[in-house]
């Protein structure tokens, strides 16, 4: 059984950082890219950052020079180190493996931002 729980979450300050983390089990994680999504309230979920299994990056322009997108291989673990923050980055934040059908998500983790 696949799973991928998040965590990391909180509310914080505008300009302050959070590291969320995502820990993978039930797929091959090393052959994986993985990825990070984030559902503002009201809004259509958005992509935010991609890890591919070579470690190859790219980013919503949004975000970019803000998060970083990290992994583990021998953890298991994805990682979204996010700096500057600010409130438009108020989101539930999931994390996505690619696989049949329409993949694997996390359950999210709520990131705040206050002004």
């Known amino acids: 059984q696949v799973q991928l729980v998040e965590s990391g979450g909180g509310l914080v300050q505008a300009g302050g950082s959070l590291r969320l983390s995502c820990a993978v089990s039930g797929i091959i994680f090393s052959i994986n890219g993985m990825r990070w999504y984030r559902q503002a309230p009201g809004k259509q979920r958005e992509f935010v950052a991609a890890?591919?299994?070579?470690?190859?990056?790219n980013y919503a322009d949004s975000v970019k020079g803000r998060f970083t997108i990290s992994r583990d291989n021998a953890k298991n673990t994805v990682y979204l180190e996010m700096n500057s923050l600010k409130p438009e980055d108020t989101a539930v934040y999931y994390c996505y493996a690619p696989g049949p059908d329409y993949g694997y998500w996390g359950q999210g983790t709520q990131v705040t931002v206050s002004s």
């Open positions: 890890i591919s299994s070579g470690g190859s990056r």
